[in-house]
């Protein structure tokens, strides 16, 4: 688990194809690697990777064919910046938001302008992530934690403040950059929490209209 308070920027030094998935290789900058140990998570843009190997300057780590579906995984290419953090511990402060590094799919930035000193991003969600978005609900973008400031459809709205800037890779973005997107976690739980017993029947994937109006919720 994660917090989306970002530790530190890196980058990707090499990338491997095998049979179908990838192993990367992962130079770490300022984040201090001298805690983490083979098979510990780090989040890398995002991404919960597990550490395969440590190199001086850095880590490996595999990448999954599904994690490559759903994600920006599969158009890194060398020298692309990632925004890293290490899994948290019982004393980590909990600073942004519960995150697992479980991405869900990939959101595109439509634009972005100067609001005072912070920057107003416009991004576009993969239409079956949209009901998950809500107006000053959590989302992470490429592992940050933010707040959502406005949505309309599958689009929304973000704020991001100097400090964020700064400190991870979005101050590259321009409009038409690929980001990885993870839903707030609690909305995922109690989506299917809310579908009760047919939970357990094949096929039945999301809460519809037709579900609604079944249970008196919607009018038919």
């Known amino acids: 688990m ?3 308070i970002i530790e530190a920027v890196g980058d990707i030094a090499e990338l491997q194809a095998r049979a179908g998935d990838l192993r990367l290789r992962v130079r770490s900058g300022d984040l201090d690697l001298s ?3 083979l098979g510990d998570s780090i989040a890398t843009s995002g991404v919960c990777l597990t550490v395969v190997a440590l190199c001086g300057d850095g880590y490996w780590a595999d990448v999954s064919a599904e994690t490559l579906a759903v994600s920006c995984v599969g158009g ?3 020298g692309d910046r990632v925004n890293l953090e290490k899994a948290l511990t019982p004393q980590t402060r909990l600073g942004g938001h519960i995150v697992s590094g479980h991405v869900d799919g990939i959101g595109t930035l439509v ?3 100067s609001e005072a000193r912070a920057e107003r991003f416009r991004l576009r969600a993969p239409e079956n992530l949209a009901r998950y978005i809500a107006h000053k ?3 992470t973008v490429d592992g940050t934690s933010l707040t959502v400031n406005a949505v309309d459809g ?3 709205e973000l704020t991001i403040v100097p ?3 700064q400190e991870t890779i979005m101050d590259g973005y321009t409009a038409g950059t690929r980001v990885n997107l993870e839903v707030d976690l609690i909305a995922r739980y109690l989506e299917r929490l809310l579908l009760g017993e047919q939970a357990a ?3 039945t994937t999301e809460i519809n209209r037709e579900f609604l109006a079944r249970h008196g919720f919607y009018p038919r």
């Open 154 to 156: 599958a689009e929304f």
């Open 163 to 165: 400090h964020t800037l």
């Open 76 to 78: 890194w290419k060398r």
């Open 2 to 4: 994660f917090t989306g």
């Open 137 to 139: 609900g959590s989302i």
């Open 35 to 37: 805690d983490v140990q």
């Open 111 to 113: 634009w972005r302008k």
């Open 201 to 203: 029947t094949p096929g």
